[in-house]
């Protein structure tokens, strides 16, 4: 399986990082020394194994559904980069 | 006298508590070895005010008597953890100016337990390197050098900052995390001891994820004793990390008795690399005679899944990294691009994310993305959690039989030169983590001990690994090594 310069640039866009035309060869090359290296795991005899969810078996504890934290919109928006009104501001996305 | 900052933990707590050293001195001393010590690059943001309010109030609560055994301990902060109102940011260009409004569970702790924190740490960006070389705040430097040659060496990452600090004696301990390798690879190549606890031992809330189904906190220390008791403060139940195991945390430094005797102590065989250099070869063959001497019976397993420890790594902690990392949009905290006459939201989060991430994290991000996407799915992220499945069975087998401990070396080589990695492909960087990388895999805990000194004069370390939630026990063996092994080299000063 090789990857080439359109599914770089696919993968790129599906992760939402700009890549300029001119470094999709480059990627697309270095993708495929990573994958070339990941290709190994086929040799592994994978027949009737669990696909691992949690590495320490335990079970995820319950609580009450109940309210726990809140109100504290200043310190949600304190870190961001366009904040108005109470709001996180972001450019217009729809018409 | 001595330099009050290349103190142990332990040393300070018992003078401390004797009265005989104050934790403002303590802290002033650290203090001053910070301000010169800027050619490390190791601390990245300062904080003397914070750390001179909480050394008084560790002086008055050790005047009380009822200090814990972290009270007045000046420590140093991987920049990954989240510290209430000072600058968080991963190492990373994308968190650029981030100040979280609250504290992480593990830093939380440790200013409960007294500790005093001297700022934040130098590392790879989001975790993700070998070498510190892919930091935003440029590379941190190994405080060992080759001999007289003058040549920069890396720290290790991703927590290279912490051991570079622990190493010049900066601090007295530093925290650190640990995805794949990245307490116990720069521990080894500084010559100081790093712990990663089973996973779930510590709490994950607040420490920027990376690979959440691998990441884990602990210790990076100057002895074992000083692992076990910081450990000790840094474990426990966190109701905000459903991970964190509702497990009592248990007396670490009552465990180091130093007696091993009858303990099975096993060497795998898969573990003996092609090529792997002959001092590393002696240093495992040392420091399994010197287990045995102090009576340990050494038994030769087998973990016969090693070889696909690392490219299974390779699919999940990208895999993992790509959805953790999706938060960075530019919306929320941090970097947000400047757009153009037009462009749109997709245009945002696209050119933020080109700007404000490295090439080392793009790179990795995408080949998760490329992993989950349709049609792959199955191919690769579903059998590397089934590869998964086997590694860590192989672990089983081997503790089933009897095994309490697992000997190893902690890295294929020492420290090497802040660049030479430069025109490697990816995946001879990633070979750094070939020893380390199947601990995080099976969620065991994993200590490195420096164990000797190779031909060049450079620190090298072995690691143990022992059975889940069995930290006491392993740290007990490490003990053993360490005394055995009695390691006490220091780098020369030359910053």
């Known amino acids: 399986m090789s990857i080439d310069k359109e599914t770089a640039a696919r993968v790129a866009h599906l992760a939402r990082i700009r890549v300029a035309d001119e470094a999709l060869p480059a990627l697309a090359e270095e993708f495929n020394a990573i994958l070339g290296f990941i290709e190994q795991l086929n040799e592994v005899d994978v027949d009737g194994i669990e696909p691992m969810t949690s590495v320490t078996p335990a079970r995820l504890k319950r609580r009450e559904d109940v309210v726990t934290d809140g109100n504290q919109q200043e310190k949600i928006l304190a870190n961001a980069p366009d904040a108005r009104e109470g709001f996180f501001a972001v450019p217009k996305v729809v018409e | 006298m001595t330099n009050l900052n290349t103190l142990t933990i332990s040393e300070a707590r018992d003078r401390l508590k004797a009265g005989d050293i104050t934790a403002v001195e303590l802290t002033e001393s650290c203090l001053s070895e910070i301000e010169g010590a800027k050619a490390l690059n190791a601390f990245v943001h300062d904080t003397p005010e914070i750390s001179r309010e909480q050394a008084k109030a560790a002086d008055a609560r050790l005047a009380k008597g009822d200090a814990p055994a972290m009270c007045g301990i000046p420590l140093g902060i991987k920049d990954l953890f989240c510290t209430k109102g000072v600058l968080s940011q991963a190492g990373s260009a994308i968190l650029e100016g981030f100040k979280p409004e609250y504290e992480s569970t593990i830093t939380q702790q440790l200013w409960d337990s007294g500790a005093v924190m001297l700022g934040k740490l130098n590392m790879d960006e989001f975790a993700m390197g070998s070498t510190n070389e892919t930091s935003t705040y440029g590379n941190a430097i190994n405080p060992w050098r080759r001999g007289n040659d003058t040549a920069q060496l890396t720290p290790g990452g991703s927590s290279g900052g912490s051991a570079a600090a622990v190493a010049a004696d900066l601090c007295l301990g530093a925290t650190g995390t640990d995805t794949g ?45 000083d692992a076990a008791i910081m ?5 426990g139940h966190d109701a905000k990390d459903s991970t964190s195991a509702d497990l009592a945390v248990p007396n670490f430094e009552a465990a180091l008795t130093g007696d091993i005797k009858g303990k099975k102590i096993g060497i795998p065989k898969e573990y003996r690399m092609d090529g ?36 299974a790594y390779y699919v999940i902690a990208p895999a993992e990294a790509s959805s953790n990392l999706a ?3 530019g919306v929320r905290y941090g970097h947000r691009a ?15 994310r080109a700007e404000g991430f490295g090439h080392e994290v793009q790179r990795r991000v995408m080949i998760g993305t490329y992993v989950l996407s349709a049609g792959f799915y199955d191919a690769y992220y579903n059998r590397a959690r089934k590869v998964r499945t086997l590694i860590k069975r192989d672990f089983e087998q081997v503790f089933d039989a009897g095994v309490e401990a697992i000997l190893t070396p902690a890295t294929p080589s020492a420290a090497f030169g802040l660049g030479d990695m430069a025109d490697a492909d990816p995946v001879q960087m990633y070979l750094n983590d070939v020893f380390t990388v199947t601990v995080n895999l099976a969620g065991l805990p994993g200590i490195s001990v420096p164990a000797g000194i190779d031909k060049q004069g450079l620190p090298l370390g072995l690691q143990l690994i022992g059975r889940p939630w069995e930290e006491g026990d392993l740290l007990n063996v490490a003990y053993a090594l360490e005394n055995a092994a009695g390691f006490v080299s220091k780098p020369s000063k030359w910053w």
């Open chain 2, 181 to 225: 390798g990245s307490i116990r690879q720069p521990a080894a190549f500084t010559g100081i001891t790093g712990i990663k606890p089973t996973y779930g031992r510590c709490s994950r809330w607040g420490v920027v994820a990376f690979a959440s189904s691998l990441d884990q906190a602990g210790p990076m220390t100057k002895s074992v004793r």
């Open chain 2, 231 to 235: 450990l000790e403060a840094m474990s």
């Open chain 2, 276 to 311: 792997m250099p002959d001092e590393i070869e002696k240093l495992w063959a040392d420091g399994t005679a010197m287990l045995k001497d102090a009576g340990a019976e050494i038994v030769d397993i087998t973990l016969p899944h090693t070889k696909y420890a690392l490219p």
């Open chain 2, 327 to 329: 938060r960075y949009d």
């Open chain 2, 338 to 352: 400047t757009l153009a006459a037009g462009e749109g939201i997709d245009d945002m989060y696209e050119k933020t």
